[in-house]
């Protein structure tokens, strides 16, 4: 408190072209991580999935998982667009000025990442809230020494998969929006 300067001052050139590249780079690693257990985690939730086997739950966990596809490809396009940040981050960190991207470059860069990441994130949100409700609805409609009798409403393992895949969607977006706007503040400043 007795410091007189600010933490949320600007950042100099030189740090933000620093914070800029570390940004990127911890961003796109994370979100390649977390798309690649979501992406084989799905993959064995639909690989797993007996499909001609016909109950009421086999639509709500279908649709949870075209949610996720959803999800997963447009984590996909995110973490294409957080290259692009770490490209970004080359060019501002070159010697010859004539190639720095322009500040409005630069910001609506940010804004289409952020954009991405948010739209990923109420698709994964949505998509986990609804295969959660349907893993529910499967654990309330019978008493549990009842289910060996009617195998339609036994919770596998393979409807915990799509939940985790939706979960992890939504902390990778989550990270790509914190990331984005971050930068964008530092951008804007």
């Known amino acids: 408190?007795?410091?007189p300067e600010s933490l949320s001052q600007?950042?100099?050139n030189t740090q933000f072209v620093a914070t800029f590249r570390l940004f990127s780079r911890v961003s796109f690693w994370i979100?390649?991580?977390l798309g690649a257990v979501s992406g084989i985690v799905l993959l064995f939730a639909m690989l797993g999935r007996n499909m001609s086997e016909q109950t009421n739950n086999n639509a709500g966990i279908g649709f949870g998982i075209v949610?996720?596809?959803v999800g997963l490809l447009l984590l996909c396009f995110r973490i294409?667009?957080?290259f692009r940040y770490r490209l970004l981050g080359r060019l501002l960190h070159a010697e010859n000025s004539q190639v720095y991207p322009s500040k409005e470059h630069i910001t609506q860069t940010l804004r289409i990442g952020l954009i991405s990441s948010l739209v990923g994130v109420?698709?994964?949100f949505v998509a986990s809230e609804e295969t959660v409700a349907v893993v529910l609805a499967k654990t309330l409609?019978?008493?549990?020494a009842m289910a060996a009798y009617a195998p339609e409403n036994v919770i596998r393992s393979l409807d915990i998969f799509v939940t985790m895949a939706n979960v992890n969607l939504i902390g990778a977006h989550f990270f790509g929006a914190v990331?984005?706007?971050?930068?964008?503040?530092?951008v804007e400043d």
């Open 10 to 12: 600007p950042l100099t």
């Open 67 to 69: 949610l996720a596809i």
């Open 1 to 3: 408190m007795n410091q």
């Open 31 to 33: 979100q390649l991580f």
């Open 179 to 186: 990331t984005s706007l971050g930068l964008l503040n530092w």
């Open 141 to 144: 409609s019978q008493p549990q």
């Open 80 to 82: 294409f667009w957080d």
């Open 122 to 124: 109420l698709i994964a």
